[in-house]
Every structure is written in structure tokens, then in C-alpha cells.
């Protein structure tokens, strides 16, 4: 039934896009916390954890990504992953990227 609802979330633009003070609108279809659950899962069945990297999931999908922090109460992305799929060992998950790519220094 009805209309999906919707995310509406204002960040800083960032420099590179709006200069100091401005900011930037996202507005998606907001998912359930089911489907934001399955969606997760989906990703790690397909062995690309790395999707779910804050960095990543934002440029990915904009959806996935605000209902990640709509339905943990607004937890930065790697808690918001911890709490809603707590069964990942995404410690492990993420450890396991960041030495294959190397160092960022």
C-alpha cells in the first residue's frame, strides 16, 4: 500500500561542490528496515563487502546508504552495519580490503 516514504538528508557540500557553508540534499525512497537488511546480505553473499565501505555505499547507493543510518537512529555507517547485521564479522571484512589495497599513507 501507499507511497513509499522518503529520506530527506542535508550534509555539507564539501568544497569541491559548493564552497564553505554550502550544503547538499539527498532525497531517496526510503527502504524498509527489512529490505535495507537483505540488501546488506546481498551484497556480502556476493563477496563484495567492500560495496559497504562508507565511502563506496554513498556513491553506489544513495538508498541502501540512508536507510543504513535511518534505521540504526543515526549511527555513522560502520556501526549502523554492526547493528543491523551483527551476524557479519565486518572487523574481519574490512581488515581483510584494506591490506590487499595496500597503504594509504
Known amino acids: ?23 547538499h540534499d539527498d ?12 540488501a ?3 551484497v556480502l553473499a556476493d563477496g563484495d563487502a567492500d560495496m559497504l565501505r562508507p565511502e563506496n555505499c554513498c556513491r ?7 536507510s543504513l543510518v535511518r534505521h540504526s537512529g543515526g549511527l555513522a555507517l560502520p556501526a549502523a552495519l554492526a547493528q543491523l547485521v551483527p551476524e557479519a564479522d565486518w572487523a574481519t571484512l574490512f ?3 584494506r591490506k590487499r589495497g595496500g597503504r594509504r599513507d
Open 1 to 23: 500500500g501507499g507511497r513509499p516514504s522518503k529520506i530527506r538528508a542535508t550534509f555539507p557540500a564539501g568544497m569541491a561542490t559548493g564552497g564553505r557553508g554550502a550544503t
Open 40 to 42: 546488506v546480505r546481498a
Open 60 to 66: 553506489c547507493s544513495t538508498r541502501v546508504y540512508w
Open 27 to 38: 532525497v531517496v525512497d526510503a527502504l524498509t528496515v527489512e529490505e535495507t537488511v537483505a
Open 95 to 97: 581488515a581483510a580490503r
